[in-house]
């Protein structure tokens, strides 16, 4: 089972996108769900995680530029992704975890192809 990441794009730094994760039913409703990415020649960190009662949690190189969002109603995870800049670029993945919990939150899932966010300066 894999999660779909969607919207990435170019956008000069400052810029902003919304990135979208497409979930089953019972992932969405039974799991945290998070965003992760990788930059050109390092590894893949985690971003932002949100789980079904609407807690979330942010990595430190994000916060208040981030804000990860649901939508019960399509099943849908969004990233809100302002202030961009040229360190944000990378290819965005989502991923779901073992269980509902933001905190200690580890990716269960098998990776997608993820979508690429480039930020110029």
């Known amino acids: 089972v894999q999660l779909q990441a969607s919207g990435g794009g170019s956008v000069q730094a400052g810029g902003s996108l919304r990135l979208s994760c497409a979930a089953s039913g019972s992932i969405f409703r039974t799991r945290a769900i998070a965003w992760h990415r990788q930059a050109p020649g390092k590894q893949r960190e985690w971003v932002a995680s949100?789980?079904?009662?609407?807690?979330?949690k942010y990595a430190d190189s994000v916060k208040g530029r981030f804000t990860i969002s649901r939508d019960n109603a399509v099943n849908m995870v969004y990233l809100q992704m302002n202030s961009l800049e040229p360190e944000d670029t990378a290819v965005y993945y989502c991923?779901?975890?073992?269980?509902?919990?933001?905190?200690?939150?580890?990716?269960?899932?098998?990776w997608g192809q993820g979508t690429l966010v480039t930020v110029s300066s």
């Open positions: 949100i789980n079904g009662g609407g807690s979330t």
């Open positions: 991923n779901a975890g073992r269980d509902w919990r933001v905190n200690n939150y580890t990716p269960f899932l098998s």
